[in-house]
């Protein structure tokens, strides 16, 4: 293990174990400093992001995009402050703590047995989101968790999660589709974080007027099992709720091959998360780069 991944491996150990046990208001100022002092750095995250809002509010001046850019960073500390003290949450903070709209859609779907996808982008607090599943529907749920450097990092992710009610199967390695597959058939509910691609295999979508690489498996899944693919937006307002809106079905094309069905649904999907990301752009945390255009194409994937 190198000393920097040493190092990030500390500091997501040292955020679980202290932060967690500062009272909330506490937590809030600490994530909004660090927020302030990391855009006024102007990094290359903050860039990225900045840049990634230029193409989701075109006309929008420089005055604007830093000031996206600043709310962005506030709002992704605030996901992080929410994440480490998520695990000392009593489970009324966590019922109170998110208010989802269109609720019937999830609770109708895990109703008829068929089985529920959630795909959801990189907006507000997945997490906080996955909790209140658990804990107010009391529904459990199976998601898969990028495999992270070093591995005792992605250990702490999983055990976290793991801590929140949530079944986590590793992205590689092959055989998380088939898990999930049979989850869905047993009528079990998946969520899946879908806005950016981690594979080969990932479907070309028009997300903000250019091509990007988003995930094909909610659709494969889908397909193959007969479940309901139901996107999901969040973000925040200026309370401490989250308030999120669950998008009605992506119904399963009924002429086509695999491939063309997976991507008509897939970019069903784009338009979706477009939407919700479009309503409230400084709740996207996409520090890292998105669209075709913007990558390397002998990096591979997004």
């Known amino acids: 293990m190198s000393v920097r991944e040493r190092l990030t491996d500390a500091l997501y150990g040292l955020g679980w174990s202290t932060v967690k046990k500062l009272p909330e208001p506490v937590a809030v100022r600490l994530g909004r400093t660090i927020a302030d002092t990391a855009w006024k750095r102007r990094g290359k995250g903050v860039l990225r992001l900045e840049s990634n809002y230029a193409r989701v509010v075109p006309d929008a001046s420089p005055e604007r995009l830093a000031e996206l850019s600043r709310a962005g960073m506030r709002s992704y500390l605030r996901y992080w402050m929410e994440s480490f003290r998520l695990p000392a949450w009593s489970a009324e903070r966590v019922r109170t703590g998110f208010d989802p709209e269109d609720l019937h859609h ?117 397909q193959q099992t007969g479940a309901l693919l139901l996107p999901v937006t969040l973000w925040y307002d200026d309370s401490p709720v989250m308030r999120g809106r669950v998008h009605p079905p992506i119904e399963v094309p009924e002429t086509g091959t695999r491939a063309e069905k997976t991507s008509v649904m897939t970019q069903a999907l784009a338009d979706a998360f477009a939407q919700g990301i479009a309503e409230h752009p400084e709740d996207w945390h996409m520090l890292q780069r998105l669209w075709l255009s913007d990558l390397d194409p002998a990096k591979g994937p997004a």
């Open 106 to 222: 999830l609770t109708d779907g895990l109703a008829s047995g068929k089985g529920v996808v959630l795909a959801l982008p990189h907006l507000a607090n997945w997490d906080l989101a996955g909790a209140w599943v658990t804990t107010e529907l009391e529904t459990p749920f199976t998601t898969v968790a990028e495999r992270l450097k070093p591995e005792t990092l992605y250990d702490r992710f999983v055990a976290y999660r793991e801590g929140l009610g949530m079944e986590v199967l590793p992205h590689t390695g092959g055989s998380a589709f088939g898990t999930l597959a049979r989850r869905l058939r047993d009528g079990g509910l998946v969520c899946l974080v879908a806005d950016r691609d981690l594979s080969a295999s990932g479907v070309e979508v028009t997300f903000f007027g250019d091509t990007a690489r988003m995930p094909a498996g909610p659709a494969l899944l889908a």
